[in-house]
């Protein structure tokens, strides 16, 4: 197995560093989270920011993620593994706008992505990394998406893929890895379960583990959501963003996108407010967030529609809940019935049919609007992550 590589190339990184105590790693060898036994924190991506790259450089580049090239972490270009993902659209709600009044409010909608959701960003570059570190086999736990996700972009890129799956997830996520040549494990329990199972057996196996924040790459996908929200918006940032949270690894890349854009001259220091929202199922970090406290507690209330948002506890908790803190943002719950209620509304007026995830934003935004903490003449951007068409097995209709 190669596992080791020279740090030249497009790619402006330089290292991998620790955002807890500091350690950095060696970005030319394969690593997972921090070597200090007493961290263990997810490692963040570290560039050369000083270059003078200038945002002019995406002038006629394609339509996706990867016009980003040179602030994500695949060196060589023949590495990347891509299906066409990134670039979403930003649609203004055009039909609601009784709930919206005074506000501008807009959807970035990830449904287009490949295999349907915004895990197509994270999946990319890990498993563009993965190959360029000579790695094969590749295993998650994942609650749906990420392991339709994983599956295919392993197929594209000839590796083998090894996803872990609660039972309960509904059968299509199941017939996705399936048909894209992946090894489906069913498990009694959680995606915290699954989690567990992988990395054992990912140790005894010595398979590549890209659960969520338990390796650097993912993060890196996804922050590029952050790029494009700056782009598509002229370079000026919204005042409110919601996000859907069970992992937060969206949150946390978008928060980190925004620190290196400042860095790049590309942005000014304003900030959105970070808008978590979790369901009433899996609530630790609201919880958290409101007792005023840097880590969350274990919170599984069992099945919810949203299967994305059961996560007992984020391994990322402590980042997340920083994000919170710095952006004076705000957290809250949505339950099953509010989101069901949401994708209807959504789809009958809008005509986007979203996951559960995303359109629990929608009543979480009228709950904050209502409260006055959006306000008036502020600009709100909601990330839908996914289709809503992987759900129907899930939905009341």
Known sequence: MVNHIELVGTSLIINLKCPECGTLHNAGV???????ENCRSTLFTQ?????????SVLKDRPATMWRYKELLPVINDKNIVTLGEGFTPIIPVENLK???????????DESGNPTGSFKARGISAAVSKAKELGIHTIATPTAGNAGGALAAYAARGGMKAIVYMPKQTPKV???????????????NGNISDCGKLVNEHALLNNWFQVSTLKEPYRLEGKKTMGYEIAEQFNWQLPDVIFYPTGGGTGLIGIWKAFDEMEQLGWIGSKRPRMVVVQSQSCDGIVKAFQAGLYVS???????????????????ADKIILKVLRESQGAALTVSDEEMSI???????????????????LWPAYKKLKATGWVEAGEKVLLINTGSGYKYLENMDI
């Open 30 to 36: 394969i690593n997972t989270v921090c070597i200090n």
């Open 47 to 55: 560039y050369d920011l000083t270059t003078g790259l200038n945002k």
């Open 98 to 108: 009784q709930y919206t009044n005074n506000n501008e409010v807009f959807w970035k």
């Open 173 to 187: 996520f199941k017939d996705e890895c399936r048909l894209y040549g992946a090894e489906l494990i069913e498990i």
């Open 297 to 315: 507690e274990f919170a599984d209330g069992g099945f919810t529609i949203a299967n994305g948002l059961r996560v007992p506890k984020p391994y």
């Open 342 to 360: 949401a994708i209807k509304e959504i789809a009958k007026y809008e005509g986007m049919l979203m996951a559960p995830e995303g359109a629990a």
